[in-house]
């Protein structure tokens, strides 16, 4: 079973896979330092920032990168994204020599959207990833697995688990939404919870829902989820665990149709 792609995609596959072999690398966890260097990233610097999680800043002999202190559950990633803003950026200055030509985004925020794309591939590398995932293992277990191997926040491995996996599987990180409900913030894989007119919301007092048990318990929470009541036959299997980061947390579900659960 393959996952279908995007050719941009596939060009962000390939420029990192140049990048890591330029920088040496073949293991997790990819070193951030080493591909920073030969971006050309003199300094990597930690201080408080007010609004972003990190920035970079070019001078006459190189760049410097700062990440927010403030955010260190997220340095790594942080990094990873403001070395791949070396890569977009020198795209569009420079001309046919680059050989990131397709990789130019449409907008500023296709900038951001692109560079955290680019973060996600050199942290997880695909090649890498694909080779570390064990064959059917899609729980929780595994995504904390993963994220110790490459050196990830349980988020961000998540969101790449979910991307990579080709197992039926739909991975949801909730936040608190309101004082009422939690509200699906982060979703990859397939979409069979909150896709096709299923809500988003988890109401805090729908205590049948594994993902709101969890949030209350602070433990690991198994359950079944009919996210629509005219088709009761859609019945999946959810494993749920809340995670601290960010404000107050977030809850982090793996779904999968109950007829294939483990
Ligand atoms: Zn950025």
């Not at 410097?64 to 202190?69: D, E, L, Q, S």
């Not at 990873?80 to 985004?105: C, G, M, Q």
């Not at 993963?146 to 790449?160: C, E, H, I, P, Y």
Request: hydrophobic fraction near 40%; include cysteine.
């Amino acid at each position: 079973m393959t996952v279908e792609v995007s050719d941009r995609v596939l060009e962000v596959r390939d420029v990192v896979a140049e990048l890591l072999e330029d920088a040496g690398i073949s293991e997790p966890p990819v070193d951030l330092k080493a591909v920073a260097a030969v971006r050309g990233v003199r300094r990597i610097r930690y201080a408080p920032l007010k609004s972003a999680y990190g920035l970079l800043k070019t001078g006459p002999t190189g760049h410097t990168i700062t990440i927010n202190k403030r955010h260190m559950s997220r340095a790594r990633f942080t990094l990873a994204h403001e070395i791949a803003h070396t890569l977009v950026e020198r795209f569009e200055y420079l001309d046919d020599e680059v050989p990131l030509a397709h990789l130019k985004p449409r907008r500023a925020g296709g900038v951001e959207a692109m560079c955290d794309e680019i973060a996600a591939e050199i942290l997880f590398p695909f090649r890498m990833f694909e080779r570390a995932l064990e064959d059917d293992a899609t729980g929780i277990d595994e995504i904390q697995r993963l994220a110790t191997l490459f050196d990830g926040s349980v988020m961000a491995t998540a969101n790449r688990f979910g991307n990579v996996t080709a197992q039926p599987v739909q991975i949801i990180s909730w936040v608190r939404h309101g004082s009422h409900a939690l509200r699906a913030s982060q979703r990859s894989g397939r979409g069979f919870l909150t896709c096709r007119g299923t809500s988003p919301y988890r109401p805090l007092d729908r205590m049948t829902s594994a993902p709101v048990r969890a949030f209350h318990s602070g433990s690991r929470e198994h359950g079944m989820e009919v996210p629509l009541p005219d088709k009761p036959w859609n019945v999946y299997d959810c494993e749920a665990q809340r995670f601290s980061g960010g404000k107050g947390g977030y809850v982090l579900s793996v779904v999968r149709p109950a007829n294939l659960a483990r």
